[in-house]
């Protein structure tokens, strides 16, 4: 039979054999990296017999396909462990997730440390015995019958929601209700360990049953995983939760759970972000606005909100009517478009605003400023006409992708995320929207990866995921192609031709969020912020009261110049007053004593590096003000 490949190649097999045949049968090499396969779109487990023409790509642990089967098969690895530890144990669902995997459990008490190290000992015994994973398909009563012999009520719960034929996992004797596909023998993962245990309410309800949550990390190498602690123990001392204590920028209070409250420091670099960001999207042709916090619940019906965003929402009665506290900036720009007549002389029609928006969490999942329930999106809405989509498309990416360089992330991945299973308009209309999005990126020759459901509800996007300096992935921009809203909100314009027409609507995010990116930045930078961006860029220390005229005649002079600057005036030792700095992350120090005085001098110390000598005022601040830009790395030596 033939085997189709990627690139247009082929490969003449037996018939009967199966996706890891075909791997060996390409390359040894291949072979022993292979953990399962994509078979016509759908991935499957290397022991899957193959037909021919099949078209068939071989995934390893480099794709996220391949992370994904190999750490859903690691979870099953940790749900064996915990119930041959503890045969009481009743399992409930055990996912991969973004980096590794979890399980979750329901046991009489919570697992101690001590439990936990014992459950890691056990699942590397179970990795050594290089157990075959199995798939079978019994029917829905055997299932029912052999998990309601263990008592496994929430397995018997899930049987009763999947539609179609079910399939069990299995390995030892120890199952599982699971789709798959799993790695061919628990061999396969080479390293493995738990990094930590949490509370969860099953099926993420606080009416329900609290488990107990593992979660774990494993690799094929063991030199994979000691790579990943080195960096989750960098990532650890980089937390942004810390080190917004420790920076004095932002807090959170049990009297606002999820709302953060931002300190002056942290305001200045919450402005010094939002305030570049205005003013790149005013010189690229956008028009800033502001719309309404509260607005009536007849909006958001209209928007489709109501319908499918409901449960995110917030909502209060004024004058006996419902009105909600708004979760996105989008209806309120549909409102201004609406409140005036349009020509297609006027598109691209750009909105942008700094929105503060509202989004229930659960509080079991809030997290820092990663995961708050209020926040300021940065939304703009592109109103255009059809022949405008791939042009003004272009644009919006490469306006991103400059953004996020001058913030210092060079490097960053692609999504394409389509229809998700609550969505509004017809699939006509979103097979166009998702065909004209696909276009954009291959026309761009710009590498992506398709997200399939993972769109918002009212249509496709384009998702941004940088990269940070420890490794990590996170997604914040994005570009959504909307022909839904302008439908329901009957927005029109007239066209060359005197015609009513419909315009499109594109949604643009730069940073998403600006909380989170701000712990984006806090985590990828360490706190030590690149100059331009520091909330204090300089810290005058003069050496004793003696100099302190001469610190606040440099400070004027600097603040004149626009250099962020405090003085130091404290009774403490010089010593004392630098580590502070250093602390602090504070980028240059400048220390003022009888010889700077004298000479008109300042003796320049910059973190992390130390003593950089002695610099006149006058070539100092010509150094700072050239490194006061949006982009610029330090170049003062």
Known sequence: MIIKLPGDTTKELPDGSSALGLAKAISPRLAGAAVAARINGVVADLSRTLNDQDQVEILTFDSPEGKSVFWHSS??????AVQELFPSAKIAIGPAIESGFYYDFDVEKPFTPDDLAAIEKKTKEIVSRKLPIKRTEPSVQEIRDYFQSKNEIYKIELLGDIEGNPSVYSQDGWQDLCRGPHVPDTGYIKAIKLLSTAGAYWRGSEKNRMLQRIYGISFPKQ??????????????????????????????????????????????????????????QLEAGYNEVKTPIILNEELWHKSGHWDKYKENMYFTTIDEAVH????????????????NAHSYKEFPMKFFEFGLVHRHEKSSVLHGLFRVRQFTQDDAHIFCTPEQIEQQITEVMSFIMNMYRTFGFEEYKIELSTRPEKYIGTLDVWEKAETALKNVLEKQKIPYQLNPGDGAFYGPKIDFHIKDVLKRSWQCGTIQLDFSMPERFDLEYTDANSQRMRPVMIHRALFGSMERFIGILLEH???????????????????????????????????????????????????????????????????????????????????????LGSKSIPEFLDQLTAENKPGSQSQIK
């Not at 980028?587 to 008109?600: I, Y």
């Open 223 to 280: 030199a994979m995983l000691d790579e990943y602690l080195q960096l989750l123990e960098e990532a650890q001392k980089r937390d942004h939760r810390k080190l917004g204590r420790e920076l004095d920028l932002f807090s959170f209070h049990q009297e606002g759970a999820g709302f953060p409250f931002w300190h002056p420091r942290g305001m200045i670099l919450y402005n010094i972000i939002a305030d570049y960001s205005r003013k790149k």
């Open 324 to 339: 909600a506290v708004k979760p996105m900036n989008c209806p309120g720009h549909l409102l201004i478009y609406k409140s």
């Open 75 to 80: 979870s099953h690895v940790l749900a064996q």
């Open 525 to 611: 930078y360490g706190g030590a912020l690149p100059f331009w961006l520091a909330p204090v860029q300089l810290k005058i220390i003069p050496v004793s009261d003696r100099f302190a005229d001469y610190a606040r005649e440099l400070e004027k002079k600097l603040k004149t110049a626009g250099i962020r600057v405090e003085i130091d005036e404290r009774s403490e030792k010089i010593g004392y007053k630098i580590r502070d700095a250093e602390v602090n992350r504070i980028p240059f120090m400048a220390v003022v004593g009888e010889k700077e005085q004298e000479a008109g001098t300042v003796s320049v110390r910059q973190h992390g590096k130390g003593d």
